[in-house]
């Protein structure tokens, strides 16, 4: 198994931007695509970019293209999420994701592993 935790998250103001981080340890970090999802209050999660075991292909969300940028440092063990040019509507809760099996980088990824979850709010 591997454990994954996130960190970055916070108040920010709409324009601004945030990195998140998420943490993996336990097993050999790239053997793993790793990839974030979100979920604001009242609506179904929804996956917002995925990242493959090399770092060579992506996925983003169509909300978030042009603004969200996916990166791994597989020395490091860590994935990070570079958000910029923040909406009121990216406010939600970010969660780290990982698969260690053939993954499709699409919307419909369902990874099995999970992280806790940090939020993230975007004033207006």
């Known amino acids: 198994q591997v454990q994954l935790v996130e960190s970055g998250g916070g108040l920010v103001q709409a324009g601004g931007s945030l990195r998140l981080s998420c943490g993996a340890s336990?097993?050999?970090?790239?053997?793993?695509?790793m990839g974030w999802f979100r979920q604001a209050p009242g609506k179904e999660r929804e996956t917002v970019v995925i990242i493959s075991r090399s770092g060579s292909s992506t996925y983003y969300a169509d909300s978030v293209k042009g603004r969200f940028t996916i990166s791994r440092g597989n020395a490091k063990n860590t994935v990070y999420l570079q958000m910029n040019s923040l909406k009121p509507e990216d406010t939600a809760v970010y969660y780290c994701?990982?698969?260690?099996?053939?993954?499709?980088?699409?919307?419909?990824?369902?990874?099995?592993?999970w992280g806790q979850g940090t939020q993230v709010t975007v004033s207006s």
């Open positions: 994701a990982a698969d260690d099996r053939n993954t499709i980088l699409s919307v419909s990824w369902r990874p099995n592993y």
């Open positions: 336990g097993r050999t970090f790239i053997n793993y695509a």
